[in-house]
């Protein structure tokens, strides 16, 4: 069973940055596809970024794109969301998420198999 730990989150100013991590336990995290998703308050969740196996290809919402980064480090298991320029609007419970081994990366929620707790980001002044 894949366990996956989101940390980071917390409140920051309008143009501030966080970077969230998400620890991975069992499964096999270096064969599977990452991703992080938002859910704002009373609505769905939305994708925010993937990423592949090997880190190779990554893919982003337009609403983040230029301001978020994926990555992630294998040997750690983990994956990282580095936030920066935050707005107001980024404000959500962020979630993690990762496919069974070997399926390809995505931008849709029924793509994941796993996924984390959540972490709660608030952007306020």
């Known amino acids: 069973q894949v366990q996956l730990v989101e940390a980071g989150g917390g409140s920051v100013q309008p143009g501030g940055s966080l970077r969230l991590s998400c620890a991975a336990s069992g499964g096999n995290f270096s064969s599977s596809g990452l991703g992080w998703f938002r859910q704002f308050s009373g609505k769905p969740r939305e994708f925010v970024a993937s990423i592949s196996q090997s880190g190779g290809v990554t893919y982003y919402a337009d609403s983040v794109k230029g301001r978020f980064i994926i990555s992630r480090d294998n040997a750690k298991s983990t994956v990282y969301l580095q936030m920066n320029s935050l707005k107001p609007e980024d404000t959500a419970s962020y979630y993690c998420?990762?496919?069974?081994?070997?399926?390809?990366?995505?931008?849709?929620?029924?793509?994941?198999?796993?996924w984390g707790q959540g972490t709660q980001v608030t952007v306020s002044s």
């Open positions: 998420a990762t496919t069974s081994p070997w399926k390809i990366v995505g931008r849709q929620e029924y793509e994941y198999d796993y």
